[in-house]
């Protein structure tokens, strides 16, 4: 029986299976260098193993000093692994872990040093600091996602709660002196509280924050293929999506739509002159801009090119003017800094469905149509806004009306 409370069994169970950890953070780390996250958890993992075979090391034969650095390293493990969740969230690490740190590496020295202090103080120093390290990772996952939490971080939070409860729960048993704490103690509870149940919450949490990084690359690649990566807005075949959902749900209900194309007066002009890199930057301010514009109902995305396209569900033609004007004074409010702060204006196409007068248009129509008024918009000076208001598939540019 004693064979299966063995602290040292534990210890090397606990061991593995932070290598087993490190190996895969490791492996995340080398195939994506970039990612600071996974290089601080592979490091946490490669620390937990030194620190926690230091302190099995029997006092009798080595000395203090295996005690005293193991217990150290191990809460820098745990400090590396807040460091990583923070980096996960695009935070900076808190180098106030550093303090934490070298503040217990001094006061558990001071305790365990001197004869005279009880070896529970330095349990519960110990038990305490690691147990404010785990609840740290839990806060940084509870304030990033602002407790809206998935599977992945649903894991972390559980885990390194139990974790931190584990510990809380160990000091308070210091106090009592009724158990023998030490990491060389056999007693069932000291194994459990020290090594199994840790084990434990160090895989599941472990396995959370692996979770947490592959829901990120889902995320990333999903918003790749629905989104422009200059101007983070819809790309086009977003936009054929979204737009032929909200024209079958305005067909559904017999809601007003409105579709706008906007595009950008003398575009070729801003690369031929200051060069592509002016030309991205324009885009992406005039992009935030038109954004801005819009409310949270309309779709905005970036059709091709330097031509944008804003799809107004449940927008009469009345809302959608009034839109556009907005639309053509944000482009005109903006002076760009790579084109000698000059202000480059819009030109915007408008087609507004009447659900009362023409059933049977479809989404590529409707498109067709604010395209055909764009395009006579710039036929006729470009700066301005052109409204499409023929009932013919095959639009004729002289019926469309100037709103300006």
Not at 239 to 254: C, K, P, S
Not at 306 to 329: K, Q, V, Y
Request: charged letters at 20%; one cysteine or more.
């Amino acid at each position: 029986m004693d064979s299966l409370w063995n602290s040292y069994t534990a210890n090397i169970s606990y061991a593995i299976s932070q290598l087993c950890i490190a190996i895969i953070m490791g492996g995340l780390y080398f195939l994506a260098p970039s990612e600071r996250s996974t290089r601080y958890w592979a490091i946490a993992g490669l620390l937990s193993i030194l620190g926690s075979s230091l302190t099995a090391l029997r006092v009798s034969q080595f000395g203090y000093l295996p005690l005293i650095m193991g217990s150290t390293i191990m809460i820098a493990a745990m400090t590396a692994k807040w460091w990583g969740t923070q980096a996960f969230f695009g935070k900076a690490p808190d180098r106030r872990g550093w303090h934490l740190v070298l503040g217990f590496f001094i006061a558990f020295s001071l305790l365990t040093l001197n004869h005279e202090s009880q070896a529970y103080y330095r349990t519960l120093l110990f038990s305490v600091l690691l147990a404010i390290l785990m609840f740290l990772n839990v806060y940084e996952v509870l304030i990033a996602r602002k407790l809206k939490l998935s599977f992945a971080n649903s894991l972390v939070v559980i885990a390194y709660t139990l974790g931190g409860t584990d510990f809380i729960v160990r000091g308070m048993m210091a106090l009592e002196g009724q158990i023998d704490l030490s990491p060389q103690s056999h007693d069932p509870i000291n194994v459990f509280g020290l090594y199994l149940i840790p084990m434990w919450c160090n895989l599941l949490g472990s396995l959370g924050l692996l979770l947490m990084y592959f829901e990120s690359i889902i995320k990333a690649k999903e918003h790749l293929a629905t989104h422009d990566e200059l101007t983070k807005l819809y790309n086009r075949r977003a936009l054929v999506t979204l737009g032929q959902r909200e024209v079958d749900i305005a067909h559904r209900y017999h809601k007003a739509i409105s579709v706008f194309m906007l595009d950008i007066d003398h575009f070729k002009q801003v690369n031929d002159t200051y060069g592509h890199e002016a030309g991205d930057i324009v885009l992406r301010n005039i992009a935030q801009a038109i954004s801005a514009a819009c409310r949270n109902t309309d779709i905005v995305g970036r059709y091709g090119g330097e031509e944008f396209c804003i799809i107004c569900p449940n927008t009469d033609l009345a809302e959608a003017s009034a839109l556009g004007e907005r639309l053509l004074e944000a482009t005109r409010a903006l002076h760009h800094a790579p084109c000698d702060s000059r202000q480059i204006t819009s030109s915007l196409g408008l087609y507004s469905w009447d659900p009362h007068k023409d059933l049977g248009t479809g989404w590529e129509t409707m498109l067709r149509r604010a395209d055909t008024a764009l395009y006579a918009a710039k036929a006729n000076g470009r700066n301005r806004m052109l409204k499409y208001q023929s009932d013919e598939d095959i639009p004729d540019i002289n019926k469309i009306n100037l709103l300006t």
